[in-house]
C-alpha cells in the first residue's frame, strides 16, 4: 500500500485552509482515502453490517420455477371461450412444496395454491373467487389472459444474474436475499478498526469527580456511539493530557493499532504549535478551517499508515464534522461504494433564521408534518456548538448553504434527517 501525497491538495491554486468550502474539503478527504482489503469468510447472518468483498452471483432462478401467484385453478388457455363459461374436470391439486406431478389433458383443470407449482401443460391461473367448484368439476368464467397469475421461474432473478456487488452493505434485505439463493457464506471486508482518544486538562472520565473548573468528557460516548453504529471496531484510549509526550505517544499508539484515529479537542486540531511540529514527525496532516458553523477546525492526514480526523472540542461540533466529513470517509475505508450521500429534502421553515452569508450552517431542527399534511422544520434554540442537548432534541439538520443569510419564516430550507428506515 502506497501512501499518498496531501502536497498536492496544498498545490491547488484555490486552496485556502484558513476558508475551505465543505464541498471542497469532502472532495479532498475522499480523494486520499485507502480502504480495506483483508477479507473474510463469514456464515451470512454473521455478515449483517459488513460490507460485500465480492460480487453475488445467483446460482439459481429465482422463482425456481414457474407458480401460482393466487388460490385457483391451474388450466390450459387454449381450453378457455372467450365469451361463455366453460366447464373442466378437476384432475389433482398442486399444493406449494407439493407440486402435482400427473399430466393435465385438454378439458382438464388442476386446483392450485399460491406459491405451488404450475403443471407444465398449464399455463393460466384462473382465481378461485372467478370459479364456481362442484362434483369434481370447475366452471369457469370467460376473458382470462393467457399467462394471468402466473409467475415465471427466473422472473425475480436469473440464473447467473449479478445479485449483489462488491462494496455493497449486508442489511436485512440482502440476508433474506442471499438466503433465497442458498449462498451459505459471503466474503466480506474486515471490520475497521478505530482508535480515538480526547485532549484536554479540564477532563475527566466517568467514573471520576470534577475538580474546579472540569468536565466529563462527552466526546469519547458519542464518538463510540456513532462508530459503533457505523460497524467500526473501536479503541476508546481515554483522555489524554495536553502534554507533548502523552500526546505524542497516544498519537504513535493509536496510528499502530487502527485504520483509523480519530481525536477531537483543540490539541487534535493544531492549536498548539507543537501539535503540527509533532504530526509532521509522525505523518502528515493537513490543518483546515472549514467555512462551515459549527466545525470550524478540522485536521486530516495519515499518522504512519492510519488515516486521521482531528475534530474540534465542542460536543456539538465533533458531532457536526463527524456526520459531515468522517461518516462517509469511514464507509469508504470500509469498502464501502456510496452512493449520492445522505438524502436531503426541502422542508417549510416555521420560524425565521439568522444566519450571516459567508458559511456553510447545520443548525439543529426539529422536523414535523404540519397540520397542511407538509413536512415543516424549526430550529431547536440555542445554536451555541456547546449545546449538546440541541442534537438531542433535534431529528435533523438544517442545511443552510454558505450565501444564504437570514431567512424568513415559511421559506423552503434543506433538511436532513437524522433517521432513516434502514
Ligand atoms: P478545544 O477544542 O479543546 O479548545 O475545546 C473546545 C471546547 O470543547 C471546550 O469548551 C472544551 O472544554 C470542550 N471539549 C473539548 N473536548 C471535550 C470532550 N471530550 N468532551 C466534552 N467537551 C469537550
Ligand atoms: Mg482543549
Keep these: 500500500m502506497t501512501t499518498p501525497s496531501l502536497l498536492d491538495i496544498t498545490q491547488a491554486e484555490d486552496y485556502d485552509p484558513n476558508s475551505m468550502p465543505v464541498d471542497q474539503a469532502r472532495r479532498h478527504i475522499r480523494a486520499f482515502l485507502t480502504p480495506i482489503t483483508t477479507v473474510e469468510r463469514l456464515a451470512v447472518r454473521d455478515a449483517l453490517g459488513r460490507v ?25 388457455h387454449a381450453d378457455l371461450a372467450a365469451d361463455a363459461d366453460v366447464t373442466l374436470r378437476v384432475v389433482g391439486t398442486s399444493f406449494a412444496g407439493k407440486p402435482y406431478l400427473g399430466p393435465v389433458a385438454p378439458g382438464e383443470a388442476v386446483r392450485i395454491f399460491t406459491g405451488a407449482v404450475v403443471p407444465p401443460d398449464c399455463d393460466t391461473i384462473i382465481m378461485q373467487e372467478r370459479a364456481r367448484a362442484a ?24 440464473t447467473g444474474a449479478v445479485v449483489l456487488r462488491r462494496g455493497q452493505p449486508v442489511r436485512p434485505a440482502e440476508l433474506g ?56 471496531e473501536v479503541l476508546d484510549m481515554g483522555v489524554i493530557r495536553d502534554e507533548p509526550e502523552a500526546v505524542e505517544q497516544a498519537f504513535a499508539e493509536a496510528a499502530a493499532n487502527a485504520d483509523v484515529v480519530l481525536t477531537s479537542g483543540g490539541v487534535s486540531v493544531g492549536d498548539a504549535d507543537y501539535v503540527k511540529q509533532m504530526l509532521d514527525r509522525l505523518g502528515q496532516v493537513l490543518f483546515w478551517k472549514i467555512a462551515m458553523k459549527p466545525g470550524r477546525p478540522l485536521a486530516f492526514g495519515r499518522i504512519g499508515r492510519a488515516h486521521f480526523f482531528g475534530l474540534p472540542g465542542n460536543p456539538v461540533a465533533t ?9 462517509d470517509a469511514l464507509l469508504v475505508i470500509s469498502g464501502r461504494s456510496l452512493g449520492d450521500g445522505v438524502p436531503t429534502f426541502q422542508a417549510r421553515l416555521a420560524s425565521p433564521i439568522r444566519k450571516a452569508p459567508g458559511r456553510t450552517e447545520f443548525q439543529r431542527g426539529v422536523l414535523s408534518r404540519g397540520e397542511d399534511g407538509q413536512w415543516t422544520v424549526r430550529t431547536t434554540g440555542d445554536q451555541g456548538s456547546g449545546i449538546l442537548s440541541s442534537m438531542s432534541q433535534a431529528n435533523c439538520f438544517v442545511v443552510l448553504p454558505t450565501a444564504q443569510g437570514n431567512t424568513e419564516a415559511g421559506a423552503m430550507v434543506e433538511v436532513q434527517p437524522f433517521d432513516g428506515i434502514l
Design 177 to 232: 436475499l442471499i438466503a433465497s439463493l442458498g449462498i451459505v457464506e459471503v466474503s466480506v471486508y474486515r471490520r475497521l478498526r478505530v482508535a480515538f482518544f480526547s485532549t484536554g486538562d479540564e477532563l475527566v472520565s466517568l467514573g471520576g469527580s470534577l475538580g474546579p473548573g472540569q468536565i466529563f468528557d462527552s466526546n469519547r460516548y458519542t464518538l463510540y456511539g456513532m462508530l459503533t453504529e457505523i460497524g467500526a
Design 135 to 158: 362434483d369434481g368439476k370447475v366452471t369457469l368464467g370467460a376473458g382470462a389472459r393467457q399467462g394471468q397469475n402466473r409467475r415465471l421461474a427466473g422472473e425475480d432473478i436469473k
Design 319 to 327: 458531532m457536526v464534522t463527524f456526520y459531515q466529513f468522517v461518516r
Design 52 to 76: 460485500l468483498a465480492e460480487d453475488i452471483v445467483s446460482p439459481i432462478h429465482v422463482p425456481g420455477h414457474d407458480n401460482s401467484a393466487m388460490d385457483g385453478y391451474a388450466v390450459r
